[in-house]
């Protein structure tokens, strides 16, 4: 639901995402607020928001390939650490890191059309499937291959971006990289819904027999679909190189594919606000319950880092039953409701 008196003279208007001049107002005050933030905060929140940040790009991924598409995907994390690994080859390489982000995109996205084929054929837990098997396969070829190539068990150390011969590892510095970097993927997210190629996947997602009936290429959209949401899996991974400035296979796991997944489906899984909603509520949970974590680690209560580490999984995995039990639609859908709620009072909704 619209605010009262906004109207629009063109269809171009109508569409644009931030209808009001209010809201223009509020995004411009948090990148500012976010821009500044380097300058009164400290290296741990810094770090804490440039992985949250890598991470957002990662679950946009999802969202074009789940969300818009409905092609199931759970080895999201197996195409982030291609990314990671293609950076970390090129950047070893010499090569700079404004050509490796790119190439990082486009060389994940290229192998994921290799598991998006099947795609064409098959749907639901069959398409899981699939996926599974490449998130499976990521670390058994990294680890068949020579060492010289990708480092094999050991993994390959990343050499920090440079910019004008000024490194960007900082704290500081890759912050604003990261949040660069995210504010684009957020572009590209909210705006690919009211593309033609948003159109043409929503079709698909709705009813492939239909979108085929109407023209559209199902089987190409459906590649394509793998294809967009890898090119964010490529540039989170890059980062994610760069972040961490070593990349193993152990660091791109099946359960961080399911955690991926699991923030798509909290936040809202048809809506571009949706991964950013989800990545703040995990994000914030896991942190506190780390905090929590270590509290009991330095106790005397006598538990186990294993056991420790199990009961704040199992704990952050109730926090997101409970949040699917009371607002199955996500927490944009919870956000819209309550903007259309305030736009309403003091008359009731219904």
């Excluded at 969202?63 to 690994?85: D, E, H, L, P, W």
């Excluded at 899981?128 to 060492?147: E, S, W």
């Excluded at 000024?166 to 993927?185: I, M």
């Excluded at 027999?209 to 090119?231: D, Y």
């Amino acid at each position: 639901m619209r605010p009262t008196g906004i109207s629009f003279d063109s269809f171009t208007a109508e569409a644009r995402v931030l209808e009001t001049r209010r809201a223009r107002v509020w995004l411009l005050v948090l990148c500012a607020v976010l821009l500044v933030l380097p300058f009164v905060s400290g290296p741990w929140l810094l770090g804490q928001l440039s992985y949250a940040f890598i991470t957002l790009i990662a679950v946009y991924g999802l969202f074009v390939t789940v969300g818009m598409a409905g092609q199931i995907n759970i080895a999201q994390s197996a195409f982030v650490g291609v990314g990671a690994f293609t950076a970390a080859k090129l950047s070893g390489l010499g090569v700079p890191f404004w050509i490796v982000i790119p190439a990082a995109a486009l060389i994940t996205g290229a192998i994921s059309v290799l598991f998006a084929l099947p795609a064409a054929r098959v749907k639901g837990f069959y398409l899981a499937l699939t996926t599974l098997a490449a998130q499976v396969m990521f670390p058994i070829v990294i680890l068949a291959l020579p060492m010289s190539w990708l480092g094999g068990l050991v993994g390959m150390p990343v050499v920090a971006p440079k910019l004008f011969g000024h490194s960007l590892g900082g704290p500081k510095e890759f912050y604003w990289l990261a949040l660069l970097f995210a504010a684009v993927a957020t572009w590209c997210a909210f705006n690919l819904p009211r593309s033609r190629l948003g159109r043409a996947l929503r079709a698909v997602h709705d009813n492939d027999t239909a979108a085929s009936v109407m023209g559209i290429p199902v089987t190409r959209i459906k590649i394509e679909a793998f294809f967009a949401g890898a090119l964010f899996a490529g540039v989170a991974g890059a980062l994610t190189a760069y972040f961490l400035q070593f990349v193993t296979v152990s660091s791109f796991t099946l359960f961080a594919s399911v955690w991926y997944l699991g923030m798509l489906i909290v936040g809202g899984i048809h809506s571009p606000l949706g991964p950013i909603l989800g990545v703040a509520f995990i994000t914030i949970v896991q942190e506190g319950l780390h905090k929590i974590s270590n509290l009991l680690l330095q106790s005397d209560s006598g538990i186990g880092g294993g056991a420790v580490f199990s009961l704040s999984s199992i704990l952050l995995a109730l926090c997101i039953l409970f949040a699917l039990i009371f607002e199955p639609r996500g927490l944009a859908h919870l956000w819209h409701t309550t903007k259309t709620t305030f736009r309403l009072w003091p008359f009731p909704r219904n």
